[in-house]
C-alpha cells in the first residue's frame, strides 16, 4: 500500500516528522519509505567526543549515506548551545569544574579530526557546527591538580585539530557555528587555508568560551585580531551574523566592522543590559549596511530589535542597564 501512495504524499509525512529517531524508524518499513526517508535522515550528523561516537561518523562519512550528509556537528558533552555571552567581573565568581570525565585524548581526537577531514568529500555539505567545551581559566583549573590542568590543555589541542579541517571545505560552505572558541591559536586564523574556507560563507555564528573572563583573560584583543579582522571582515558575503561575547568586544564589532555588503540579520548576545552600542552607531551601522532588516540585541532577559521601521535613536535610548 504505502509504496503506490504518491511521492509528494511521502514527502509530506517525512516532513511533519519532527524526531530524528522517528524518521529513522520509517526508513524500516518498506523500500519505498526507506527511499524516501534515507535523505532526511542524514541530513544533518553529528558526534561527541566518546569514541564509539567519532568512530561511528566515520564509518558514516565514509559509506554510501555521506550523499545526503548537508550538516556535521561537533557538540562536546560539556558544550553549551546557548547564545549568551559573559561579562569578565561575571566569570570571575563562575564555579565550573574542569572536564575531568571527559575524553579528549587520542583515541577520540584521531577519529575526530579523521571525520571532519573527510567533509570535504561531501557533495551536498553546507554547514558545520562546532559546539566546544568552555575553556576555563588557569586559577578556576589550578587547584584541582595536574590531571585537570591536562584535560584542559587536551580540550584545546582538540579545538584546534577540528578547526583545522575546515581547509578541506571551501568553497561550498555556506554556515558556519564557532561555539566557545578559546583566545588560542591565532596562527589557524591567519592561515591562508582558513581564510578560503569562511570566504563563502552566507551564515555565520560565533561565541567566545562562556566561563572566560574575556578582558582579563585577553578576550578583548582576540575579538579584535581575529574575530574582526581574521574572520568578519573576510567573509564579505555573510547574509546573516550572530555574536555572542562580553559588551566590549561586541561594540568593537558594531562600531568598527563594515565590510559586509550583503548583510541583512544581525543578532548580539550579552549577558547584562550593559551598553553595546554607543550613542548614533545603530545609525552609523544601518548606514554602512544597506540590505540591512534587522537588529536584534539580547541582553540577558532584555531584548531590543531593530528594524527598517523603527524610529531613528529609540534604540539608542533603551540601551541602558
Known amino acids: 500500500m504505502p509504496a503506490t501512495l504518491p511521492a509528494e504524499i511521502l514527502f509530506m509525512i517525512i516532513d511533519n516528522v519532527s524526531s530524528m529517531s522517528d524518521i529513522r524508524s520509517i526508513r524500516a518499513v518498506n523500500r519505498a519509505f526507506c527511499a524516501y526517508a534515507t535523505p532526511a535522515a542524514f541530513h544533518t550528523v553529528g558526534a561527541t567526543n566518546l569514541p564509539d561516537s567519532a568512530l561511528g561518523l566515520v564509518r558514516l562519512l565514509k559509506s554510501d549515506l555521506g550523499e545526503h550528509v548537508h550538516e556535521v556537528v561537533y557538540r562536546d558533552a560539556a558544550g553549551s548551545d546557548d547564545d549568551q555571552g559573559l561579562e569578565a567581573e561575571d566569570a570571575a565568581h563562575l564555579e565550573c569544574p574542569p572536564p575531568l570525565d571527559a575524553n579528549y585524548g587520542p583515541s577520540v581526537q584521531e577519529p575526530l579530526v579523521h571525520a571532519f577531514s573527510l567533509t570535504g568529500q561531501l557533495p551536498q555539505l553546507t554547514t558545520l557546527r562546532f559546539i566546544f567545551h568552555p575553556r576555563i581559566p588557569w586559577d578556576m583549573v589550578e587547584p584541582y591538580g595536574s590531571q585537570a590542568v591536562e584535560a584542559r590543555d587536551a580540550c584545546s589541542r582538540l579545538q584546534i585539530a577540528l578547526l583545522q579541517t575546515l581547509d578541506g571545505t571551501a568553497p561550498r ?32 555564528c560565533i561565541s567566545t568560551a562562556s566561563h572566560t573572563p574575556f578582558v582579563g583573560y585577553g578576550g578583548y584583543p582576540f575579538w579584535v585580531d581575529v574575530i574582526k579582522d581574521m574572520i568578519i571582515q573576510k567573509a564579505s558575503s555573510l547574509v546573516s551574523l550572530s555574536l555572542a561575547g562580553d559588551s566590549l568586544s561586541l561594540n568593537c564589532i558594531l562600531v568598527h566592522v563594515s565590510s559586509m555588503p550583503q548583510l541583512e540579520y544581525l543578532t548580539l548576545n550579552t549577558s547584562r543590559t550593559a551598553s553595546i552600542l554607543r550613542p548614533g552607531s545603530v545609525e552609523t551601522f544601518v548606514g554602512q549596511h544597506p540590505m540591512l532588516e534587522r537588529i536584534d540585541m539580547c541582553h540577558g532577559t532584555h531584548k531590543m530589535r531593530w528594524t527598517r521601521e523603527t524610529p531613528p535613536g529609540s534604540l539608542d535610548a533603551l540601551n541602558v542597564d
Not at 586564523?189 to 574556507?197: E, I
Open 173 to 204: 560552505l555556506r554556515v558556519l557555528t564557532l561555539r566557545n572558541i578559546a583566545h588560542i591559536a591565532y596562527h589557524l586564523y591567519r592561515s591562508a587555508a582558513f581564510r578560503a574556507a569562511i570566504s563563502s560563507l552566507t551564515h555565520l
